[in-house]
């Protein structure tokens, strides 16, 4: 981020004060001169932190209730073991199929 | 903030200030510390039926007729004569105004139970759709006990022949839709077991274990949404069935070798045979959550199976036998749903048996969670969270405002205080109110926790009847300087002369008017009710 001043008429004008090296930023030393300071200004210098174009920002569907009943699932669910997985995932048909047992 | 008591001095700073964000409705509450139902009419002559409740809108009241076949339904107004005495304070009100006829204006009467069936209107059940004015309100024939079970239907649970539920439109009485259940039982005291949400309503059958969402339309039609019991998706009986189809029918030659009832004519098979079926629906989602959550607390695959032995199933028939007791949203997709054993489910005493809490997602058909009545993570999550149990519709919005302890400091601290002396029946005692009843608390702000303070054991914002008692009761300002501001008495300062006789009583407050009935019924006699009106004089 980098510092930006601006010059701008001083809102002070000619006010008295006790020390006259006081205000010297927002103020010439030489009254002819126009001063105008404008408040500092930040500009940012990267864009790392900029939200994406097409961000959307919506309410979260699920109140706070179920988030917390969610996120106690899933908590359950990273603390336990992970099994290895079966080699044949998915079925040779590819789908389910009823199976065929006599009585 | 210097708060001023005086109705004056707080409408002028009204002008004046902006209320902090969010608090505007409660701000505007403040006002009802100035405005109290101070005065009672004892014993108001009115006609003789069940003042069932006000709508959560104040627009109408419902009654039903002493003999359970008609709703009749009142327009709150407000009684309106003038003084034209120099001293008006000091004149009592004139016997004209002394009237139930003053406060509520009679707008129809419809006949919903016919006088030649045995069925009656279930006194203690009526639901408001408020975005429409619609009511919801059913009737039923007596109730059979002792029934034998038969199909899916469970064996201990009584039924009713029919029971039938009338969607009204309030403006004018209409009846827009029915949805009719033959042998089947539903708990209808005081809506428990049927839950409104927005448009979508939840039926628990006890009978036949299933749970029923409809929509209502705006159109006024009631339409079937899903049955969530046997079966979770739309398609998995047409699944199932053509699956039965093709176990019982792997080879067509040997048709004539099933029975004789299974088979017609080699077709289709309305459902598999009881006593070969495997667990299905709602009831395997369930067994499956609760073996994947056992089996996964033994993380030694070694010594697993011991521990499922043990954990699961030892108690594997107790699981199977679990029933839907009772149903409600958490939100338009979750429901919470109570489990527990037949004898609990006709139970009054329900608390005393064990019940499971089962969080279900209706999109997935899955459940999410599963916990025990007593469960101490349930319980923090209702301590923290109690208004997201109290799923009240988007379009409600005083009941958004109701005073619980998970919105209201001293509610809170109440039942701190009490769980600090029996922490695990408190809990266990706080969790059997889950799943919530729908619209069983009126959004009155003299019940506003932060206004009153109030003797919960008398009166509350429930609507259940209460034990009658002949000291007033009394509504003291929570705020400095603590004073009593009204008394609600459900008799004259004489009181009963008979105090043997048991009474209860009953309380419809109106949502924003400083109105309110108080009922009282002497009970195994058949005396009418007394009806005293408390309002703004």
Not at chain 2, 124 to 150: C, K, R
Not at chain 2, 447 to 473: G, M, N, V, W
Request: with cysteine; aromatic share 10%.
């Amino acid at each position: 981020m980098r510092v930006v001043w601006h010059l701008m008429g001083s809102m002070l004008g000619d006010w008295p004060s006790c020390d006259p090296h006081n205000f010297s930023k927002l103020r010439r030393a030489d009254p002819s001169i126009p001063s105008r300071m404008m408040p500092a200004t930040y500009h940012r210098t990267h864009s790392r932190t900029l939200p994406p174009p097409d961000q959307v920002i919506t309410t979260e569907a699920k109140n706070i209730l179920l988030r917390h009943i969610y996120r106690s699932a899933e908590e359950e669910n990273d603390l336990r073991p992970k099994r290895a997985a079966t080699k044949h995932l998915i079925p040779e048909h590819g789908c389910k199929q009823p199976r065929a047992t006599s009585y | 903030m210097f708060r001023r008591n005086n109705i004056a001095s707080r409408i002028f700073q009204r002008q004046i200030y902006t209320p902090a964000p969010g608090t505007s409705v409660y701000c505007a509450r403040r006002f009802y510390e100035n405005l109290v139902p101070s005065c009672t009419i004892y014993d108001v002559e009115c006609p003789d039926q069940s003042f069932r409740k006000f709508t959560d809108d104040g627009q109408y009241l419902i009654s039903f007729s002493r003999n359970q076949q008609d709703l009749v339904v009142y327009r709150p107004t407000w009684l309106s004569f003038s003084c034209k005495e120099e001293d008006c304070d000091a004149h009592d009100l004139p016997p004209k105004a002394k009237r139930f006829e003053s406060f509520f204006t009679h707008l129809y009467s419809v006949s919903l139970a016919s006088c030649n069936g045995n069925e009656l209107i279930c006194k203690d059940f009526f639901l408001y759709v408020e975005s429409n004015q619609y009511g919801i309100i059913a009737t039923s024939t007596p109730s059979i006990h002792d029934a034998a079970a038969n199909g899916a239907a469970i064996q201990g649970v009584p039924y009713v022949e029919k029971l039938t539920f009338h969607l009204i439109r309030l403006e004018d009485g209409v009846i827009l839709d029915v949805k009719v259940f033959h042998n089947d039982f539903v708990n209808l005291t005081h809506n428990m077991g049927v839950f409104l949400y927005d448009d979508l309503l939840a039926i628990a059958s006890l009978r036949n274990q299933t749970i029923h969402i409809l929509q209502i339309r705006d159109s006024g039609n009631l339409v079937d949404v899903r049955a969530i019991g046997a079966f979770c998706r739309e398609d998995d009986e047409l699944f199932l069935n053509s699956n039965a189809q093709c176990i019982a029918f792997p080879d067509k030659s040997k048709l004539h070798q099933l029975p004789g009832n299974n088979v017609q004519n080699g077709t289709h098979l309305s459902q598999p045979n009881q006593e070969d079926s495997l667990l299905s629906g709602i009831k395997q989602r369930l067994l499956s959550f609760i073996f994947q959550g056992i089996s996964n607390e033994e993380k030694d695959p070694a010594l697993r199976a011991q521990w499922l032995k043990k954990k699961f199933y030892f108690r594997f028939q107790d699981y199977v036998d679990l029933i839907i007791w009772k149903v409600q949203f958490l939100d338009r997709q979750h429901l919470l749903i109570k489990f527990g054993s037949v004898d609990g489910g006709v139970s009054r005493n329900a608390d005393q048996h064990t019940a499971f809490l089962a969080v279900y997602n209706m999109e997935t058909t899955e459940i999410v969670a599963f916990y025990q009545n007593s469960a101490e993570e349930l319980y923090l999550l209702f301590e923290r969270f109690c208004d997201h149990f109290h799923t009240a519709s988007k379009n409600s919005v005083s009941m958004n405002f109701v005073s619980s302890h998970s919105n209201n400091i001293h509610a809170l601290e109440q039942i701190r205080s009490v769980k600090s002396k029996a922490s695990s029946q408190f809990m266990k005692k706080m969790l059997g109110s889950l799943p919530y009843s729908c619209q069983s608390l009126s959004p009155s702000p003299y019940f506003d926790q932060s206004l009153f303070r109030f003797d919960e054991k008398l009166i509350s914002a429930s609507d259940r009847p209460r034990q009658s008692t002949d000291h007033p009761i009394k509504f003291i300002l929570r705020r400095q300087p603590c004073s009593l501001k009204f008394k609600i008495k459900l008799g004259p300062e004489a009181g009963n002369a008979d105090g043997r006789t048991k009474k209860i009583a009953s309380f419809l407050f109106h949502p924003f008017l400083p109105l309110a009935l108080s009922i009282q019924q002497t009970l195994f006699l058949q005396q009418p009710s007394v009806v005293n009106i408390h309002f703004r004089g």
